[in-house]
Nanobody
Framework: QVQLVESGGGLVQPGGSLRLSCAASGITFSRYVMGWYRQAPGKQRELVAS???????NYANSVKGRFTISRDNEKNTVYLQMISLEPEDTAVYYC?????????WGRGAQVTVSS
């Protein structure tokens, strides 16, 4: 019954903006650390950003200053606001929920940054 559904991906030009959303169901959302990971072709999956129950955030160096993660516990949704997008940001972005030994993944959303 646990489900994480990403939305908001798509094609955007370099320098553009995009906001990803991840709607969670089947979990006590507020208790989970929420994160965004991405995986580009031929590369390992990497953590992009995470946010704890208390609102503490963590970002990969490559996206600091450009991406912002946030969460709305009333809506059971985590967001990733992306600005100043670069071709290097092209990847499948995955939503993750983690707590203790539990971890859940969304199916991913494609983000393509290209002119």
């Amino acid at each position: 019954q646990v489900q994480l559904v990403e939305s908001g991906g798509g094609l955007v030009q370099p320098g553009g903006s995009l906001r990803l959303s991840c709607a969670a169901s089947g979990i006590t959302f507020s208790r989970y650390v929420m994160g965004w990971y991405r995986q580009a072709p031929g590369k390992q999956r990497e953590l992009v950003a995470s946010i704890t129950s208390g609102g503490s955030t963590n970002y990969a160096n490559s996206v600091k200053g450009r991406f912002t993660i946030s969460r709305d516990n009333e809506k059971n949704t985590v967001y990733l606001q992306m600005i100043s997008l670069e071709p290097e940001d092209t990847a499948v972005y995955y939503c993750n929920a983690a707590r203790a030994m539990l971890a859940y993944w969304g199916r991913g959303a494609q983000v393509t940054v290209s002119s």
